[in-house]
Nanobody, 122 residues
Framework: QAHLVESGGGLVQAGGSLRLSCTAS????????MGWFRQGAGKEREFVGA????????YHADSVLRRFAISRDNANNMVYLKMNSLKPEDTAVYYC???????????????WGQGTQVTVSS
């Protein structure tokens, strides 16, 4: 299983931007589909975005479409989530996940990072 470590979270004002990073180790990175999920306080875990191993297929949740963008750098075993036009409702712990297929279903991912907190103030 891959070992994943997220970074880049923090406090930002509404309308601002952040870029989350996820470093992967312990697997063949370009064979791994990667996903980002988030979980707000008192809420269920929610799909944010997913990207195939080659990067050719990308999905984003409707709630973040045209504001967030998932990307990957296979040469450096990294996946990113660029977040623009942040809203208070984007406040959550953001998790990076790895699996065999890119999916909106959290159950298809076998490795998870520890999460990074994103807080958007109004």
């Amino acid at each position: 299983q891959a070992h994943l470590v997220e970074s880049g979270g923090g406090l930002v004002q509404a309308g601002g931007s952040l870029r989350l990073s996820c470093t992967a180790s312990g697997g063949t990175f370009d064979n791994l589909a990667m996903g980002w999920f988030r979980q707000g306080a008192g809420k269920e875990r929610e799909f944010v975005g997913a990207i195939s191993g080659s990067g050719s297929t990308v999905y984003h949740a409707d709630s973040v479409l045209r504001r967030f963008a998932i990307s990957r750098d296979n040469a450096n075993n990294m996946v990113y989530l660029k977040m623009n036009s942040l809203k208070p409702e984007d406040t959550a712990v953001y998790y990076c996940a790895a699996g065999r297929v890119s999916s909106t279903d959290a159950n298809t991912y076998t490795s998870w990072g520890q999460g990074t907190q994103v807080t958007v103030s109004s």
